[in-house]
């Protein structure tokens, strides 16, 4: 074999090798010079006020040469500065590339240099990005909440808001979060706005779709249900967008993440208590006040405690057609937690009274799962059909059967229509909402069965 002139000389090989495994944080070791140096170089730029894109990062470039001059720094050291300082002036700091992928779902900062992502319903850990310290963790949750009129401190060491794009943003810092600041951001997703998207990702089938459209516009009141991640509000928005032009909807959420496309739409969000304690305005109270705008659709982002009760009330005085997400494991789950909520609200009704509530209230329950390859599924549609005895009885329209995994570890499974007449149908038809023969068909092959057993008695 020929070798080449440092093996036939026997020379050792001086070039610098680059360690793939190397993390964005091992990069600039010395954190303390690495904020100083940041520091120096933001004042100046805020000191100088340079607006202009095309100069900035000549501008940069100069600055970490001037503040630089007499540090040993490497190439590597040098373009992790870089890097950091345009992020920070251009975006939302170390994490601006990763709210730029519209292949990551999701971003959680456990530290500063522990950072996971979700690309296609997997989590992975991310060595590419890190922060300083803490300390640039919270300067930058500030930096996204600060538009907002939110603020992140001891004295208010929670938030949960919103970027601009309509991502969701969770942030928790000491003393609450023992381990430092941990951030979660849910990114909003602009391929996935449509029902055909949803289709197109396999989440549920066309006719599932067309029978969801139907009852949105028939004014069925929906409760969708399933856990974290799993797409609830994802599919909530879609259902949304299923509701006429014509209608007035107010929208009652946490954090803004609903993007209705209808032009009569009200937003409104909760507030947080301030410095003294006083002014928070909590889903409660906005939805007793949505009674008092006229709306033709409430649509609550998510139902969690006392708002419960008011919510069933609003469906149960003529306000039909509200939509509302619940965290569940399943259709039967989601009504108890729904009459858990109703009592835990200090509610004096015996629970007879209460479940009357839901089972006038709701009339159908849909519940999204994350299965185990990550991805979303519309696993059951069921709806209220009233008590057996004392339990409120549901039944399912519409399920998704799993069957395994198959060998690259994907779930398999089918969606099925049962053969069942769904109560709800004859309220689309009563309501003038055009629904496929399915049901009709289905209809039919049942009383030809029932006429069957009778000959046979």
Not at 261 to 278: A, F, N, P
């Amino acid at each position: 074999m020929k070798k080449n002139w440092l093996e036939e000389f026997e020379i050792k090989d001086l070039s610098p090798k680059m360690n793939v495994d190397k993390s964005d944080y091992d990069v600039f070791q010395d954190k303390d010079l690495l904020d100083k140096f940041r520091n120096s170089i933001i004042q100046e730029l805020i000191d100088n006020n340079i607006s202009d894109s095309s100069k900035l990062s000549q501008y940069i470039n100069e600055e970490i040469d001037r503040i630089t001059d007499g540090y040993d720094l490497s190439s590597e050291e040098r373009n992790h500065l870089f890097n950091l300082i345009e992020n920070e002036v251009n975006g939302f700091g170390p994490i601006t590339e990763l709210l730029d992928d519209k292949n990551v779902t999701e971003i959680m900062i456990n530290s500063p240099n522990e950072i996971y992502i979700e690309v296609d319903g997997i989590l992975s850990r991310d060595k590419s990005i890190s922060f300083i310290n803490d300390e640039h963790i919270i300067r930058t949750i500030q930096r996204i909440i600060q538009p907002l009129g939110r603020t992140i401190d001891s004295a208010n060491p929670m938030v949960d808001s919103r970027l601009p794009d309509g991502s969701r943003i969770n942030a928790i810092i000491p003393p609450l979060s023992v381990k430092g600041p941990v951030v979660t951001i849910r990114k909003f997703k602009d391929d996935i706005d449509s029902i055909d998207s949803l289709i197109g990702n396999g989440t549920l089938t066309p006719y599932m779709a067309r029978f969801l459209d139907a009852c949105v516009k028939a004014k069925l009141n929906i409760l969708v249900c399933g856990g974290t991640g799993s797409g609830k509000t994802t599919l909530l928005n879609v259902l949304s967008s299923f509701v006429g032009n014509e209608e007035r909807i107010i929208t009652i959420e946490d954090a803004v993440e609903l993007r209705l496309k209808q032009e009569h739409v009200i937003s409104l969000e909760t507030k947080s208590v301030s410095y003294d304690k006083e002014g928070e305005v909590t889903i409660r109270d906005l939805v007793r006040n949505s009674l008092r705008m006229r709306p033709d659709r409430i649509i609550v982002g998510e139902v969690r405690g006392k708002e419960a009760f008011d919510m069933l009330q609003a469906m149960n005085t003529g306000h039909d057609g509200s939509l509302t997400t619940l965290h569940a494991n399943g259709c039967r789950d989601a009504l108890n937690r729904l009459e858990t909520m109703i009592l835990m609200g200090e509610i004096e009704l015996p629970i007879k009274a209460v479940r009357g509530y839901i089972e006038s209230a709701i009339d159908l329950v849909v519940s999204v799962e994350r299965l185990s390859d990550g991805k979303r599924k519309v696993t059951s549609i069921s709806e209220v059909v009233g008590f057996d005895g004392d339990v409120i009885e549901i039944k399912e329209i519409f399920g998704f059967i799993k069957h395994g995994l198959t060998e690259s570890k994907e779930v398999n499974g089918e969606f099925i229509l049962h053969d069942y007449v769904p109560v709800v149908y004859e309220k689309l038809l009563s309501r003038g909402i055009e629904v496929d023969d399915t049901f009709e068909e289905i209809k039919k092959k049942l009383e030809k069965e029932e006429k069957k057993n009778k000959k046979k008695n």
